[in-house]
């Protein structure tokens, strides 16, 4: 198994100035910019043993690019082209940045990633251009909980890369936007799992707000982080089924 690596970072104030420069450049500029990546300037932890350098972080750029062009790519897109794009990069990323997690729970580290390696892809996939320049909600390039990639990774991080690349879209926010379900990787990995495996006839969507509720009842008497795997998974098991029959038991 490879090494996990620390990867360079850009502080708030920093990531904002540079922003409010970048974001007048038309498209093609952002993408010539980004063509050169450059760490001379780099922070990184002190300590960081194992540090992404400019080729590491350019081979990422090529596979997010590869897939962007897949979708459209420099032509605007939207709708199901967008949800889809996610699911590749949100797998492609994971798979390829081999990235400590403590790491990946560093807004800087995102805010590098967004402006120095794809802010064309940003703003492709989430911005709007207008005379004054490109118009990205703030939350996109500077919020930890919805930064464009860091978002996707995390996604992958505590569902599993095959669950996103997967599932629909409502059912991965169902997922990560519950501190219950998606603060304990463990668990939200066992329900992903169960919920692309299940084959009792149920939508899927049905299913899992069902099994929402009946989780969140069990969770506030039942203590799962102190569970072995396979009682984590027999536990989540038992949710399903109760829920499944509850979808089907007539009125």
């Not at 802010?119 to 390039?141: C, K, M, Y």
């Not at 998606?182 to 707000?209: E, F, I, T």
Request: with cysteine; net charge negative; proline share 4%.
């Amino acid at each position: 198994m490879a090494d996990l690596q620390c990867y360079p970072q850009l502080d708030s104030m920093r990531a904002t100035q540079e922003w409010a420069t970048m974001r007048r450049d038309p498209l093609e500029a952002l993408e010539a910019r980004m063509g050169t990546i450059q760490c001379s300037d780099a922070v990184y932890y002190p300590t960081a043993m194992h540090r992404a350098d400019a080729s590491t972080l350019a081979g990422i750029r090529t596979g997010v690019i590869e897939r962007a062009r897949q979708y459209g790519y420099p032509v605007a897109s939207r709708g199901r082209k967008n949800i889809d794009f996610d699911r590749e990069v949100a797998y492609l990323i994971y798979e390829e940045m081999e990235i400590l997690p403590a790491d990946a729970a560093s807004n800087d580290v995102w805010n590098f990633l967004n402006l120095r390696v794809l802010a064309d892809i940003l703003v492709w996939r989430w911005g709007t251009w207008h005379e004054d320049g490109w118009n990205v909600s703030p939350d996109r390039l500077f919020q930890f909980q919805r930064t464009a990639f860091g978002r996707l990774w995390w996604r992958s991080h505590l569902l599993g890369p095959e669950a996103v690349k997967h599932l629909g879209e409502d059912q991965v926010v169902q997922l990560v936007e519950r501190p219950r379900i998606s603060g304990y990787p463990p668990l939200a990995r066992s329900v992903s799992r169960r919920l692309l495996a299940d084959m009792s006839g149920n939508s899927r969507d049905d299913l899992l707000r069902v099994v929402m509720k009946r989780l969140g009842r069990r969770l506030a008497v039942t203590h799962v982080h102190g569970m072995a795997q396979d009682q984590l998974d027999e536990f989540v098991d038992q949710v399903f089924d109760e829920s499944s029959a509850a979808l089907n038991r007539p009125e």
